[in-house]
């Protein structure tokens, strides 16, 4: 047996592991920070958040939300004034610049809970849809938009109950998803 | 005699060339995670959903004590590391860096650097409600 021969061969065999498990560290290092932080998903959840404490405090429906009896049809137009909202501000990002937030809210009585009484959304309508693909949260969809969806009960002015819906949905793959 | 001198020396260039090897090893990765790259992101983000979740008449204070150190070693004026520009964030911590984020919040938002109590670098975020111009 040639012992100093397979002392050799043994020490190279080594330092091709090291290579190897240092080539794998480098690439799943690089992978991880090279992808960007994705903070969609929180972004979403505030906006579902700004919405509702604009809809209701201490749950009760503001009352521009209604005309007398019915609801102000008018109140989509101006929501996102009421709201300071400003969803024109995301110059570069997307193609053609477009505004990467939407929203939709929809108010639903106890009765008919199936087809909401009232509804109005705001935004870039394109985003909505991304919500109902199956399996959005597949590595593969991971470019489609984030959505987040709240419901909660509010009382208008102390009589009416109503179930409403938010859906909440912000874009911004380019700065949040590896290209 | 001879034989067993030979078997240590090899042993010690073999153990020294591990370590060296775990040490770049570690090094590669303490670089990567407190990079300008990484930091900037992350401030810039973290200033945005801040921002996105706020009040009028807030204040809201960020550590950014690693964020001053990296700026200094990259020849950049603390003051000027976080800018916030109508609805969008910028944080620029090397010279050819800087990474921008918008948020949705329309508020007037206005950053500049300060010390907490025990003296650690700060950024100041005061949120007030903005002011409707009369054309």
């Known amino acids: ?179 | 005699m001879k034989k067993k001198g030979a078997i240590l020396i090899e042993n010690v260039v073999f153990i020294i060339l591990n370590i060296l090897f775990l040490a770049v090893l570690i090094l590669f990765l303490v670089k990567q995670g407190s990079g300008a790259i990484v930091l900037e992101q992350s401030y810039s983000k973290q200033i945005a959903l801040l921002i996105d979740s706020a009040k009028p008449v807030m204040l809201l204070k960020i550590d950014m004590e690693k964020g001053k150190k990296l700026a200094e070693k990259n020849g950049i004026d603390f003051n000027d590391v976080v800018n916030i520009n109508g609805n969008i964030v910028k944080v620029k911590l090397s010279e050819k860096g800087g990474y921008e984020y918008a948020f949705f919040n329309d508020i007037e938002a206005t950053a500049y650097p300060d010390t907490d109590d025990k003296n650690g670098y700060i950024y100041v975020i005061t949120i007030t409600k903005k002011e409707i111009k009369n054309e």
């Open chain 1, 1 to 179: 047996m040639n012992k100093k021969g397979t002392d050799k061969i043994l020490s190279m065999y080594w330092f091709v592991i090291l290579v190897i498990v240092a080539g794998g560290i480098f690439a799943m290092v690089y992978n991880f920070y090279g992808a960007p932080y994705d903070v969609r998903g929180v972004e979403s959840e505030i906006l579902a958040e700004k919405i509702a404490d604009c809809i209701s405090k201490n749950g009760i429906i503001d009352s521009e939300f209604f005309i007398e009896e019915d609801f102000n049809e008018e109140i989509g137009d101006t929501f996102m004034e009421k709201c300071n909202f400003n969803f024109n501000v995301e110059s570069g990002y997307g193609e053609d610049n477009e505004i990467q937030y939407f929203y939709r809210v929809e108010f639903y009585t106890l009765e008919e809970m199936e087809n909401p009484k009232f509804n109005f959304y705001g935004g870039n309508k394109n985003w909505e849809n991304d919500c109902f693909i199956v399996g959005k949260d597949d590595e593969e969809y991971s470019r489609l938009a984030k959505c987040t969806e709240k419901r909660f009960y509010a009382l208008k002015e102390g009589k009416d109950q109503y179930l409403i819906k938010i859906l909440s949905v912000v874009g911004k793959s380019e700065k949040n998803v590896k290209q």
